[in-house]
């Protein structure tokens, strides 16, 4: 199941400086998905995973109400979806600092790695944070964009702290 990786992946990238880097070995430990109930749907390719929903590989932890995994005919994971009065994304990085995400719902399309929080999304590191009513990512182009809510005047808001900024950017530049 690519579910982490593809959440972890997408999430790290949204955070506010792009020198934040995912614990590459959390991708080689066992992922782990509990929840009060599951139903797969065969017919329609699609597993759903309810009620306390919790999923952990290595220091990532995902909690949501509701997590949607559809597959293509291949068996291919297509898309994933976690829902949640808040879905959360908690993860430790590789430099030791936590990164945390939450929405209402966090969507990743597999085929044009499209990640999107929306609703009351939020993304933290350290005193760094960006919220907004949508946050989307596309991990191939690098290309993130928030967007506030036009019909309710919702606006972006990132808080960012320069000292902490010039030192993940310093990092990101003599790791590359």
């Not at 020198?19 to 390719?45: G, H, M, T, W, Y």
């Not at 291919?76 to 995400?101: C, L, R």
């Not at 690098?142 to 990092?171: C, H, W, Y």
């Amino acid at each position: 199941m690519r579910l982490i990786q593809a959440l972890l992946t997408g999430s790290i990238a949204l955070v506010i400086s792009a020198s934040a880097f995912s614990k590459q070995s959390d991708f080689r430990e066992p992922i782990s998905v509990n929840s009060d109930r599951q139903i797969a749907e065969l017919a329609e390719n699609r597993v759903t995973f309810m009620d306390h929903v919790v999923i952990t590989q290595g220091t990532i932890k995902i909690m949501a109400d509701k997590v949607v995994v559809t597959r293509l005919p291949s068996g291919e994971v297509d898309k994933v979806t976690a829902y949640g009065n808040s879905a959360t994304f908690d993860q430790i990085m590789d430099n030791g600092k936590p990164i945390h995400a939450e929405a209402k719902t966090i969507s990743y399309n597999v085929k044009t790695q499209d990640i999107t929080l929306s609703v009351h999304a939020f993304i933290s590191q350290e005193n760094s944070k960006l919220s907004s009513d949508t946050i989307s990512y596309n991990v191939k182009k690098e290309v993130m964009e928030a967007k506030g809510n036009e019909s309710s005047g919702g606006r972006v808001t990132t808080v960012f702290i320069p000292d902490q900024l010039k030192k993940q950017i310093d990092a990101a530049k003599s790791n590359k």
